[in-house]
């Protein structure tokens, strides 16, 4: 069923629903126990992972983890991704989530994301109405302007 929405191949084609395909597997595992324990809230998941036992978690996490990542098919305007590209460095994006932005353990890939997809999580970190594991990213987001945010996300989808 998790294909309905992050595509068959874990690359969404569906406007605001992330790709699951290649990212870390120990950041889907927790992403998916934030979700079953309600400490990440939403209404489309809860009922998919609503009583999920940790074996099914594990088993997903890796299967996704283990898909290649593909680009999503939005336009990517190269002017905002060049002010992205220096924003990322700005902000040292790369040390948590690695200089190709592949992500690494907890810390999701960035790179080839869904541009209204990370616009939207990017705002929610800003705004404190989404937080991870910790609240690393809230700090690094605070203050960011919507044109930040926007040009991260157009430089992040254009990472190869």
């Known amino acids: 069923m998790c294909g309905t929405c992050h595509g068959k191949d874990g690359n969404s084609n569906l406007e605001k629903i992330p790709s ?13 126990i934030l ?5 990440r809230q939403s209404e489309i998941m809860e009922p998919f ?11 997903l996490a890796t299967h996704y983890s283990k898909l290649p990542a593909h680009p999503s098919d939005e ?13 990322a460095q ?13 992500g690494r353990e907890q810390m ?3 790179a080839k994301q869904r541009i209204d997809y990370t616009i939207d ?7 404190g109405a989404r937080y991870g594991v910790d609240t690393t990213m809230n700090g690094v987001m605070y203050q ?11 430089f992040l989808a254009s990472v190869r």
């Not at 336009?75 to 924003?87: D, F, I, M, S």
């Not at 700005?90 to 592949?102: A, E, I, N, R, T």
């Not at 999580?121 to 705004?127: E, G, V």
């Open 108 to 110: 999701p890939r960035l």
């Open 20 to 32: 699951l395909a290649g990212q870390p597997e120990l950041f889907l595992t927790n992403q998916l």
């Open 75 to 87: 336009p990517v305007e190269q002017a905002l991704a060049a002010q992205g590209e220096k924003l």
């Open 121 to 127: 999580s990017l705002k929610a970190y800003r705004s």
């Open 90 to 102: 700005q902000k040292y994006c790369g040390s948590c989530h690695l200089p190709d932005f592949v």
């Open 144 to 154: 960011a302007s919507d044109q930040d945010i926007r040009a991260l996300a157009h």
């Open 35 to 39: 979700f079953r324990e309600r400490l």
């Open 49 to 59: 992972v609503k009583g999920m036992s940790d074996a099914d978690i594990t088993a």
